[in-house]
């Protein structure tokens, strides 16, 4: 199996994510510092510590940068699953040992926890879906 990892296109996309709270940050530091008597030590180590919280996050969040994710999600059309709650008419579902958000295809009766589904389409990071025993 293919492992999919960190491409400097996905370290760079997350950075740019990044750069607009860094800057407000430091705005609002800076206006800080006009009325309160901060040291410039505390500017620069705040500072530093949000670029350190970012880093540490990373590693968590970085597949959320995948653009080629999107793609592989099209893949998931077709698969079975098995309701993890009630769907009335959103819940989770649970296909290939992972979590997914999922919605009821509109007209679908309510699918029960335990009973298995099928993946009819995607909207967004939403998986749509059908009761597996309604489907023809």
Sequence with gaps: MKRVGWSSRIVLRYTLFQIP????????????????????WFFWGFMLLWVVKDAVLFPFVWRAYDRSQERSLQKMIGKKGVAKERLDPSGYIQVHGELWKAELMEGSPPVEEGEPVRVEGIRGRVLLVRGESKID
């Design 21 to 40: 709270s860094l800057a407000l940050l430091a705005v609002i530091l800076w206006v800080v510092r006009r009325y309160v008597d901060l040291p410039q």
